[in-house]
Each structure stands twice: as structure tokens, then as C-alpha cells.
């Protein structure tokens, strides 16, 4: 069964541009959510998309926004590069989250400079 | 809020020899745990995981018990492989019964390096 998948695995970007990444969940998965890492802060949670809607979200500026489509698949997007937004951003997906657990894609790497 | 606070690293081991990282977390309700391991340059991959209280998870070797009263979630290996190097996060779900705030989200410890040498 094929797991996640990110796209692209890496980005360099210029600061003030924008930044669109995709993410196909597993098979049958309904959540998605998207998370943030970086050597200072850690895995940070961006927010969570079920059915098209997002149901929660973290403590991000309103750069950062996401969407779900019919077939699961979500985006995220980031406007206004900042050089601070240079992170791994990682995707989940679960069946219904909580106990179920969720399986992590690879990332995207993004770079700002 | 929800927390995860694990042991510091880096921890630096010798093959064969046995591995503890020490997770506490602090959660309303009856949270599920995880404990998630980290290659370089790749995503997270789900190590083991227990959603009720006195569960053990267990996994390649790796094993894990949910301590209700003491609120920790501590991973062990009797007998460590250089293979094992790389990072592992101990993360929590909130139950389910904590609402909106908790669809989706795992909270995750800073993460433990782990070195095994030869």
C-alpha cells in the first residue's frame, strides 16, 4: 500500500514569494495535517484538514493556509516567504486520527533565502 | 496545554548495550502515545504506540508502557544496533473527548539524538 507522499522534497524560494506544497494521503485516509519542523522549535502542528474541512489549527500567522480536496489530497500554502519559514514541513495522514495513529510522508524541505 | 517532555540527549551508546529515553507528558483524559523515530533526511516513522492506560507497545525490539500514574510513556531496547541511530520523538493524541482542539494534532516531545557505535 503506498504511504504518503510529499511533493516536491525540496524548494528554494526568495523571501517574499509564495510557496504551494502537496500531499497525497494513504489510501482510504480522510485526515491530513501538516506540520512544521526546525531546529529551534521543534514539530510544530500547522492544522488539520477531514473531509474537506479544517477541523483545527495551530499558533501560525494567517501565511499559512491549507485546503483539502474531494479525493483527500491536501495543499499548503505559505505567502510572503520569510527567512524564518525555512523548515522540513511534514504531512500526515490518518484514518481518523487519535488512537489510530498517523503515518508521516518524507517532507518538503523549503529554503528561504 | 498538552505537553511531552523527554530526556535530554544526545544520548551516545555502545552496540548490544540497553537503551532508555525517559517521556513524561502532561494531557487531560486518557491521551494515546506514540513514540516516532527519525532518519536523517527523512519523515517520521511510527516506532510503537499505546492508547490505554497499562498498555505496552512494542516494536522491533523497542518497548513501551503506558503509566497512567505516572504519566510517562519511557522507551526501551534491551540490546541496541548501529542501526538504531537517529532521533526519536515521544508525541501525544489527545482523547477524544477534549474537542476541536485536539482533531489532528500530535504533540511531540524535543526529541532524543541517539549514537550507537560499534
Known amino acids: 500500500k503506498a504511504g504518503v507522499t510529499q511533493t516536491p522534497r525540496y524548494l528554494i524560494k526568495t523571501r517574499g514569494q509564495q510557496v504551494t506544497l502537496s500531499c497525497s494521503p494513504i489510501?482510504?485516509?480522510?485526515?491530513v495535517s501538516w506540520y512544521q519542523q526546525t531546529p529551534g522549535q521543534g514539530l510544530q502542528f500547522l492544522f488539520e484538514y477531514f473531509s474537506e474541512t479544517q477541523r483545527n489549527k495551530g499558533n501560525f500567522p494567517g501565511r499559512f493556509s491549507g485546503r483539502q480536496f474531494s479525493n483527500s489530497r491536501s495543499e499548503m500554502n505559505v505567502s510572503t516567504l520569510e527567512l524564518g519559514d525555512s523548515a522540513l514541513y511534514l504531512c500526515?495522514?490518518?484514518?481518523?486520527?487519535?488512537?489510530?495513529?498517523?503515518?508521516f510522508g518524507s517532507g518538503t524541505r523549503l529554503t528561504v533565502v | 496545554g498538552d505537553s511531552v517532555t523527554q530526556m535530554e540527549g544526545p544520548v551516545t551508546l555502545s552496540e548490544e548495550a540497553f537503551l532508555t529515553i525517559n517521556c513524561t507528558y502532561t494531557?487531560?483524559?486518557?491521551?494515546?502515545l506514540f513514540w516516532y523515530v527519525q532518519y536523517p533526511g527523512e519523515g517520521l516513522q511510527l516506532l510503537l504506540k499505546a492508547t490505554k492506560a497499562d498498555d505496552k507497545g512494542s516494536n522491533k525490539g523497542f518497548e513501551a508502557t503506558y503509566r497512567k500514574e505516572t504519566t510517562s510513556f519511557h522507551l526501551e531496547k534491551g540490546s541496541v544496533q548501529v542501526s538504531d541511530s537517529a532521533v526519536y520523538f515521544c508525541?501525544?493524541?489527545?482523547?477524544?473527548?477534549?474537542?476541536?482542539?485536539?482533531?489532528?494534532?500530535?504533540?511531540f516531545g524535543q526529541g532524543t539524538i541517539l549514537t550507537v557505535h560499534p
Open positions: 494531557a487531560t483524559g486518557y491521551p494515546s
Open positions: 500526515a495522514s490518518s484514518f481518523a486520527g487519535g488512537g489510530y495513529g498517523y503515518t
Open positions: 489510501s482510504g485516509h480522510r485526515s
Open positions: 508525541a501525544l493524541s489527545a482523547s477524544s473527548n477534549a474537542g476541536g482542539t485536539s482533531y489532528g494534532k500530535l504533540t
